[in-house]
């Protein structure tokens, strides 16, 4: 008799093993990050900054003077030349992108590049959450924390921060030398300087249905290469469907005069 799967055995039985489904912890029971190096990537933190990247076109600018890092080291001091930031995903204006692959950042460097940050992005984690927001202190001869960095050294103008677990957007703009919150109001905010929005968007993206972080122009999202992919391939669709239906109507009335002793190639 062969034995029994342990997915079949009776778990209040004590002298039968619990299968390992019922006792092994789960995704949610282990820790997703690095518990010396909190925030760093899973699927989301993945994909999330390429639909930002794929949807950002800010107005005014080339596309090769707008810069765009994702997840990449921020050296912000010269003093202190090891001092650095990683931002989840940050837009510089009027810099130049790498024309060569042997010219692509490895991070960038603002006493190098002499432009500061216009619009920095947080994706809220579990490790990260208290410093994204502001809510730790610098402690005595350590670095300035992300938001005394952003606010007051770099003064990044914008700083957004994107908390999937409520899916809340948050808006900070730098007033002064002070981040002042505004209001967003249906989870979108426009960008005059770039006549651009920022919004959350209900959708399909990388095959994963949810709310997601992207960019929109006069009230339509902007859509990604795949999107404007399948759009131009239903247009197509569309346009072979009429020639089709004209072709058609076009035989029928050439038979129909045929039927009347027309001959049509001479009308």
Known sequence: MSEPKLSELNLQDPTQP??????????????SEDLEEPGLPDEFHDFQPQ????????????????FI????????????TQWHKRPDWFLVLGVPRAQTQQDLRWSYVIWMEGVAPFLVVELLSPGTEAEDLGQTLREVNQPPTKWQ????????????IFDRYQNQLRVFQLVGSRYQELA????????????????????????????????????????????QADEQAQRADEQAQRADEQAQRAERLAQRLRELGIDPDQV
């Open 51 to 66: 639909l930002l990247r794929e949807t950002c076109q800010p107005t005014g600018y080339p596309a090769d003077q707008v």
């Open 184 to 227: 967003v109001p249906e989870q979108r905010f426009w960008l005059e300087d770039i006549e651009l929005g920022i919004g959350v968007w209900q959708g399909r993206y990388q095959d994963a249905e949810g709310l997601w972080l992207r960019w929109y122009d006069n009230n339509h999202w902007i859509p990604t290469a795949a999107e």
């Open 18 to 31: 619990p299968p390992p489904e019922a006792v092994l912890p789960t995704m949610y029971d282990l820790p």
């Open 69 to 80: 890092g994702t997840d990449l080291n921020l050296y912000y001091d010269s003093r202190h």
């Open 149 to 160: 960095t952003y606010e007051q050294v770099l003064r990044v103008p914008y700083y957004v």
